[in-house]
């Protein structure tokens, strides 16, 4: 093992750092490694050796721990103890070369008929001349003008129904508006309730608010009905965030009876529900919205982002009544502000014009086409919903996925591994495989035939064989 003097600048960084002891110690562990002190199969000390030399107890040390492994920077084994993982010394999974492709962000394709680019740039001349510039490039109205409002209730109308302009915002992008509800609805240490594998934006906002996130079982069709209630009356969380449509990133979508279940223990338990809806107007005939099943309850956020574009910048929040609307629009204006001018009016055009449904059927065809070279190439096995832009990838016995997402790193291919959406437990031997980044079918082909090919390799069995 190396010079354990490491542990004095633990200690240091621990002493030092204001925040939490857990991350602090984690962020110590990948400084070492960085600066060489920790190399590649070293051996940690016992983490009850640790916590005494830091001054800390053993809990705060095995969640460092639980933490160091998800971002797979050390693995454990039994009786053998705890090492620094092969390869934890570069960046692990995030893709910083050369790259056939980048298959790690869920993009819609741009759709060649109707040319995007040709229709923007159509577009923004016309607002050019039609309205004035000073109007399109100053601030806007946090949460939208009347008339967006009313172009974002007849978009999201054939899932969430019918609803009144006065429950409906316009927020800049889907992030900022679910800080926003969750913001409105907790406190610093409020428990928010997820799936055990879920959408990494989630974390994010829990982490910056002092949130705690706990996860919740699921199967083919989602989150489990009973799971999610001895969860809740375990933990007793504030509320829950769930995806129900084409779930990023195992696909799964809930029946209409799941959906009515999950409801019951969220009425059983005095939940607030936050449905994050990125993906139901992919498909020509989706389920019904939590959000239209019960309308008091759920709190509704459809990003443009996977239907349209990211660059629009846009997503529609139907809330359950005006008090919640006016909330939200003040969270929305503490955390971004409003929309962008010239961006919003781009938008309303779309809606007013038809262009947007004509963006979002070629869209729609263009990943079908594409989910089915995934499925012809990947074959079965794998979790797919034909109308998704992602592929939930299952690995073979022989590949841990922050092992396998770094050796397709090297091999020029960069996923996603399933540690960064496991919120608690084992990671599952899963990638994530975004198909709407590539810039065209045959070359998401290509892509996804080096994908099968590094599935197929069978790794070294690497340092927990050293003797």
């Not at 198909?435 to 069995?461: F, I, N, T, W, Y």
């Amino acid at each position: 093992m190396s010079d354990p003097s490491y542990l004095a600048h633990w200690k240091e960084q621990v002493d030092r750092n204001a925040g939490a002891i857990y991350l602090t110690l984690v962020d110590a562990l990948a400084l070492s490694i960085r600066k060489g002190d920790l190399r590649e199969g070293d051996r940690l000390p016992p983490q009850r050796t640790i916590a005494e030399y830091l001054g800390t107890n053993l809990t705060t040390v095995t969640r460092a721990f639980t933490e160091a492994r998800r971002r797979g920077l050390i693995d454990a084994t039994v009786g053998r103890g705890t090492f620094i993982r092969v390869g934890a010394g570069e960046s692990h999974w995030r893709h910083t070369g050369p790259a056939v492709i980048d298959l790690t962000m869920n993009l819609p394709p741009v759709p060649q008929d109707p040319p995007l680019q040709k229709m923007i740039q159509a577009d923004i001349a016309a607002l050019l001349k039609q309205q004035d510039l000073n109007s399109l490039m100053s601030y806007r109205v946090t949460g939208g003008t009347m008339e967006e409002r009313q172009l974002g209730a007849k978009w999201i109308a054939p899932v969430v129904g019918p609803r009144r302009v006065d429950e409906v915002l316009v927020a800049p992008g889907a992030q900022s508006a679910l800080a926003a509800i969750v913001t409105t609805l907790t406190q610093p240490g409020d428990v928010i309730v997820t799936d055990r594998i879920a959408y990494p934006g989630i974390r994010t906002i829990a982490a910056q608010f002092g949130l705690i996130l706990v996860g919740v079982d699921s199967d083919a069709e989602g989150m489990m009905p009973e799971q999610l209630d001895r969860v809740c009356a375990q933990h007793h969380p504030r509320l829950l965030y769930c995806i129900p449509t084409i779930h990023n990133p195992t696909t799964a979508t809930m029946s209409l009876q799941r959906r009515r279940d999950i409801l019951a223990v969220a009425q059983l338990h005095h939940l607030h529900v936050v449905e994050d809806d990125p993906y139901s107007l992919l498909m020509d005939n989706p389920p019904p919205a939590l959000a239209a099943l019960d309308h008091g309850r759920v709190f509704y956020v459809a990003t443009l982002a996977k239907t349209l574009s990211p660059g629009l910048r846009t997503a529609y929040v139907a809330l359950p009544g005006t008090d919640m609307t006016r909330r939200v629009t003040a969270a929305i204006r503490a955390i971004a502000l409003t929309n962008a001018g010239l961006l919003s009016a781009l938008t309303a055009r779309w809606m007013q014009t038809g262009e947007a449904e004509q963006i979002l059927h070629a869209i729609r065809n263009e990943l079908r086409l594409r989910q089915s070279i995934a499925r012809r190439i990947l074959g079965e096995g794998h979790c797919m919903n034909p109308d998704g832009p992602h592929v939930w990838l299952k690995l073979p016995d022989w590949w841990g996925s922050t092992d396998f997402v770094a050796y397709a790193r090297r091999r020029g291919l960069a996923l996603v591994p399933s540690t960064v959406f496991t919120i608690s437990g084992e990671p599952p031997q899963r990638a994530r495989v975004a198909l709407g980044s590539a810039p065209d079918a045959a070359s998401l082909e290509d892509s996804l035939r080096g994908v099968v090919s590094v599935l197929q390799h069978k790794r070294s069995p690497g340092f927990a064989d050293i003797v």
